[in-house]
């Protein structure tokens, strides 16, 4: 039997991953809110806001309905932004299957509660078994995965048969899909990669080299291994594809969102306006708040996250930011082992 996969919402990423399961031959539904989006995606196979200038697939429907989306679902994929996760899950409930596959592909933390994606799905939907809630991350831009650019990404579950029912939902000749047990680790990485991707443009915004760039993200990686450890992460998680892999692609891309907005911050447009003219979510703003409180809580050193708070949101220039990092205290790099003389 062919399965129903619903996507919700008919963003970049959601639209791609339409793509990838109308592939595999399953029976696709996308939600939207908007019903121009909905009326467009349906006549004219497109979604010329989010991906310009590509044609789905026409098994692909989208719908304005939640109900329609979900009710009957085999399986479920929440391209939520953190910020509407809640709401969507709430909004949901009445209409799931015990059965049906819960998988997330959202990077970022929900703010004020600072909980993890699948924290605040277990909370809306409590009859739901929250080992079986699948997290899908790596580095995948939509706008190379709708083309079918070879991508690699990695799902993790508490319950090792949902990680592997969302592998072979997912995987096709183009998109290969790696399963891990360690859901922590890999939502800690996907959310806090976009800090680093903000700091990244920042730093090709201000010229200041391969050498930089370089720097910060291998140290941008420390602070992610820091805190995602503290939190319970297995360590190795962050040397895969939801870490360094995330990493790489966020913070050397013209298609990252953080990577284009923390450029945009370099030239001098405040943050408002930036945000604005992106026109799309940049998580990496308030995942900079949520990791900055996180690491207070679990008492966790993040230099390169405090400046950029500092930066987002206590109005500290760019320059005085990077000055500041480089004339901290000496250490030693490998601050967790003891150094012997």
Known sequence: MTQKVSVLVAGSWGTALASVLADNGKEVLLWSRNEEQVVEINEKHTNSRFLKEVSLSPSIIATHSLQEAVQDADAIIMVVPSSGMREVASRIRPFLKKDTLIIHATK?????TLKRMTEVLADELPEM???????????????EVICKMPTTVVVAAEDLQAAEAA???????YFRVYTNPDVTGVEVGGALKNIIGLGAGLTDGLDFGDNAKAALVTRGLAEITRLGTAMGANPLTFAGLAGIGDLIATCTSKHSRNWRAGNKLAKGIPLEDVLKEMGMVVEGVKTTKAAYDLAKRYEVTMPITNELHNVLFEGKSPQLAAGDLMGRVRTHEMEELPMTR
């Open 129 to 143: 078994d929250p080992k079986r809630f699948v997290v899908l991350s790596g580095p995948s831009h939509a706008e």
């Open 108 to 112: 970022g933390f929900e703010t004020g």
């Open 167 to 173: 592998q072979d939902l997912l995987i096709t000749r």
